[in-house]
């Protein structure tokens, strides 16, 4: 592991991620980069995942070493005196170059703007306190050194993700770059500005206010005018970052990353949450303006602002395709093993229909009969589920998990019987066949035997080559199986514990399922949103899946199928079968 | 007959009245129609739609704040369909949650030091509220506090139930830092600043324990409906219930 040292901090310097979330009914701010927009985007472009730790500085940029080589990209307000020393080299803003070990960054002053982000390829690894590495700078909670930091510090840095890839767009770049100079602030009427006069609020809106040098992470105070309200004395309750509150004397405080996560003073707006990354740019004696908006426009130009942002910088950690993204909607398929328990537990199977959106109906060598197989393909029919196979080594008494010692053209011959059987079955009750997931030992030695997941590919040819192949999520059978031209599909789990490595954590591992229905729901949002999961060691691991799959034999799996499906609508991502938007040709 | 009838009303849950208070905040109150706006109703409404919403881990909720007459929730506007969302909330908040975990009420004896030499501003207190320094403390140590909520501070529990004779205003200049454990009167408010941080109310007194570990399962010492004393220690006990010097 390698670490930074702070030579100087500049004028403010601190560790931040995308702040502390949930905490705010214990008190704790959320805290985090104040241009969030501008870490993201240096993750983004250096490989990062979003919510790495980065260094924010403030009006002066600081002085560090690495003692070892380090990629490192700056981003947010520009730096133009940034040099490498002691050769002088200059270093561009917004494109990553590698630093030394012999060597020193020397950032120097920002100008037209307030905050630089330093951004190692890595990301910051101080402790997570909370949840987070962000520090509160009043408080020092989450700093390892008790608040800002100070020259002499040392600061971990993660490993890089390995060969990222990263697709940009330098015309959406540039526009998000651009958005961090505006000075009109979109915001929305609060429900407290009732206690504001009508000739207040239009004081509000048509006044040029400037920054106060009386500002910081806490809040920015806005010099110009003082604003007159019926209610200076309001009871506590909790006030969002972006609110702007104005006290006693009438000066309106923008509340910014560190305010607390109460307040008591009337709001009467809020910066909407798009602006707040070019907001936090504004320097004092700076002139900005309010422009109205309704909430619904504001959520609105939030879900753009995103969109825009993937459309800039995304980040693909294999390639394997990831995320399918259908007109700016993030989709992902839920899928179930089913018929694997017999005709007595197709009850079961059946109420796990409502939740996914794909089957994989077990074809007898591991499990299933005909009867279960033709009941539950009958229901997932009718509630337009598609139809996979879920073919197995011949191994009921091990339920097709151990692996056995087949040639690979046994293996093939066997797969293939498989698939007619099921084919047959469908095809009686009216359906076809879709997709075709190996189960248990098979699926994992297609990914460390490149002849088994040869074999698996031929039997799928022979059948039909138009079926998804579907595999683990940066398995090597994946990309064996489109080297052969077959559809594919890579696959997450929402119940099982990963390793740091992306494989899944064995069974024999207390700890291999996940068991209770929020933590899978969390995975699975994890999973479709943010392409990674948490290794059960707490690190993190990109993912990039187009289907989830839910066990049926897991205890509790009704009610995780339930809380992974709700979890990903209530996050907009739409859940419909596999969208097999990688035909080989 | 009436009065089943009522008893009846009292035990509905109240209904969720959703605000948008900005794109990213969603604050819920109980309906007022159904429920009567005082804190002694409110403010167990609150507690236990805060409780389901930890508990139910709804994607797309970013933060909680309780206050006195909402929760606010903080949303991603970004990911979420806000709709969609306050839909998933209001479900959550009429189901029924099992008892567990709604954590018991318990009470804290909190040992402070009145001594002069943590207690700066103890004089000014007796001065404002015309009472003897002994009879503040006296007063400030009789009285029984409810912790309302947590907010402000990390582990900063707004406490009620300050006897109306110490309200006290804040100081005109806040101090840039107040050490941790010091005890305040701010307003009709009293209350333990549990981390080193700005603040502006009156020090009547400093407290060894620790109200507030980031590291430790449970954060924070006091939770919402917890019952709080303070007990008068002199200096040499303060110094040897210090045992972790975090400030």
Known sequence: ?585 | MVDTLIDEMNTLPPTPQFTWASDRALSVMPAPEDHHCNDASTLPVLRTWLAKLHHTHIAGIVNLAHGYSSLTITIDPAHVDPGYLVQTIRCALQTSTPSEHIPAPQMHSIPVCYDPRYAPDLNDVAQHTQLSAAEVVHQHTIASYTVDFLGFAPGFGYLSGLPDALATPRLNTPRVRIPTGCVGIGGAHTGVYPCAMPGGWRIIGRSPICLFDSSAQHPTMLRTGDAVRFVSINADEFLRLQETPSS
Request: with cysteine; charged share 15%; aromatic share 4%.
């Open chain 1, 1 to 585: 592991m390698s670490t930074i040292t702070i030579i100087s901090p500049g004028q403010l310097a601190s560790v931040q991620d995308l702040g502390r979330k949930m905490q705010g009914s214990i008190g704790v701010s959320m805290s985090g980069a104040a241009d969030a927009m501008s870490l993201r985007l240096g993750n983004r472009l250096i490989g990062n995942h979003d919510d790495a730790a980065a260094l924010e500085m403030t009006f002066t940029g600081a002085s560090l070493r690495c003692d070892e080589t380090v990629r490192i990209i700056l981003t947010g307000a520009p730096a133009p005196q940034a040099r490498i020393m002691p050769m002088g080299t200059p270093v561009p803003m917004w494109r990553p170059f590698t630093l030394d070990a012999s060597a020193e960054l020397h950032i120097g002053p920002l100008t037209s703007g307030v905050r630089t982000y330093m951004c190692p390829a890595g990301g910051i690894t101080t402790p997570t306190v909370l949840g987070s590495r962000s520090t509160h700078i009043a408080t020092g909670l989450g700093s390892t050194t008790g608040a800002a930091c100070a020259p002499g510090d040392h600061l971990p840095i993660g490993s890089p993700a390995t060969n990222p890839s990263i697709e940009t767009s330098s015309k959406h770049l540039l526009a998000l770059i651009r958005e961090l100079n505006r000075r009109t602030f979109r915001v929305v009427r609060s429900p407290h500005a009732t206690t504001f006069s009508g000739e207040i609020w239009s004081q509000f809106i048509e006044k040029e206010w400037e920054i106060s040098r009386h500002s910081d992470r806490i809040g920015t105070r806005l010099d110009g005018l003082h604003l007159s309200n019926f209610a200076a004395n309001m009871r506590t309750d909790g006030a969002c970052i972006g609110a702007i509150q104005v006290p006693p004397n009438g000066q309106p405080i923008v509340l910014g990353v560190d305010s607390a996560p109460t307040g008591g003073y009337p709001i009467i707006a809020s910066v909407i949450a798009a602006d707040m990354s070019a907001f936090a740019q504004r320097r004092p004696n700076e002139g900005i303006h309010f422009e109205e908006i309704t909430i619904q426009q504001a959520q609105h130009v939030a879900r753009q602002h995103e969109q825009q942002l993937d459309h800039a910088v995304s980040l693909h950690a294999d390639a394997a395709h990831h995320a399918t993204s259908l007109n700016g909607v993030t989709s992902i398929d839920l899928n179930a093993d089913m018929a694997e328990r017999g005709m007595a537990h197709i009850k079961e199977d059946v109420a796990l229909l409502d939740h996914v959106t794909s089957i994989n109906v077990a074809c007898g060598q591991h499990a299933g009969d005909e009867p279960t197989a033709r009941a539950i393909i009958q229901r997932a029919l009718q509630q337009h589920c598609a139809i996979g196979a879920h073919p197995s080594y011949p191994d009921r008494t091990h339920f097709g998990r151990k692996q056995l010692d087949m040639s690979p053209a046994a293996i093939e011959e066997c797969i293939h019987k498989q698939l007619l059987w099921l084919m047959r079955i469908v095809a009686d009750e009216g359906g076809s066949l879709r997709h075709v997931k190996p189960h248990g030992a098979l699926y994992h030695s297609a990914h460390t035997d490149s002849n088994i997941a040869t074999a698996i590919g031929s039997a799928v040819h022979r059948v039909n080559p138009r079926l998804i192949l579907i595999g683990g999520a940066g398995s090597r059978a994946l990309a064996h199986w489109r080297a052969m031209r077959l559809r594919v599909a890579s696959e997450g789990f929402a119940d099982r514990a990963y390793e740091p490595d992306g494989t899944l954590r064995a069974r024999t591992h207390h700890d291999a399922l996940i068991t209770t229905p929020s933590i899978a729901g969390k995975q699975a949002a994890s999973i479709a949103c943010g392409g990674e999961v948490r290794a059960h060691d707490g690190s993190r691991v990109v993912l990039t899946c187009e289907t989830i799959c839910i066990h049926s034999d897991t205890p509790n799996a009704l009610a995780i199928a339930r809380a992974v499906r709700s979890s990903l609508l209530a996050r907009g991502v739409h859940i419909t079968p596999i969208q097999c938007s990688h035909e080989s040709a």
